[in-house]
C-alpha cells in the first residue's frame, strides 16, 4: 500500500557527491522508519541508513559514517540520501524502504524489517 520511487542516481567519479531521493506515496501516515538499503553485483543486498518518523534517530553502516547523510521531509513524504565523498565501493543499486512497525531500539536496520521497498537507482563510482 506505500509506493516509492527513488531518483537521483548517476555515473560519477571517486570523490563527487550525490544526492539521492525517494518519493513515498499510498498510505503513508503509518510509516516509521525510512531506510536505504544497496546491492552491488554479485552481493546482497545491505543496510547504508535509516531514519525514524521525527528524524530524531538515525542510524548509518559504518563504511558510509562521515560521508552520507539521510533526511526526511514528511510533509512531501520524502526521504534523501546526501552522499559525499563517493568511493567506486558504493557502487550499487540504491534503494529506499518503509518500516511500519515501532524498532525496540533506535531504527530498524535489517531488512526483513522492512515492507516496502522501491524500484532502485543505479549509482556508479568510477576510480
Known amino acids: 500500500q506505500v509506493l516509492l520511487v527513488e531518483s537521483g542516481g548517476g555515473l560519477v567519479q571517486a570523490g563527487d557527491s550525490l544526492r539521492l531521493s525517494c518519493v513515498a506515496s499510498g498510505r503513508t501516515f503509518n510509516i516509521y522508519d525510512m531506510g536505504w538499503f544497496r546491492q552491488a553485483p554479485g552481493k546482497e543486498r545491505e543496510f547504508v541508513a535509516a531514519?525514524?518518523?521525527?528524524?530524531?534517530?538515525?542510524y548509518y553502516t559504518d563504511s558510509v559514517k562521515g560521508r552520507f547523510t539521510i533526511s526526511r521531509d514528511n510533509v512531501q513524504n520524502t526521504v534523501y540520501l546526501q552522499m559525499n565523498s563517493l568511493k567506486p565501493e558504493d557502487t550499487a543499486v540504491y534503494y529506499c524502504a518503509t518500516s511500519h512497525g515501532v524498532a525496540p531500539s533506535g531504527v530498524h536496520r535489517e531488512k526483513y524489517d522492512y515492507d516496502y521497498w522501491g524500484q532502485g537507482t543505479q549509482v556508479t563510482v568510477s576510480s
Open positions: 531514519i525514524s518518523w521525527s528524524g530524531g534517530s538515525t
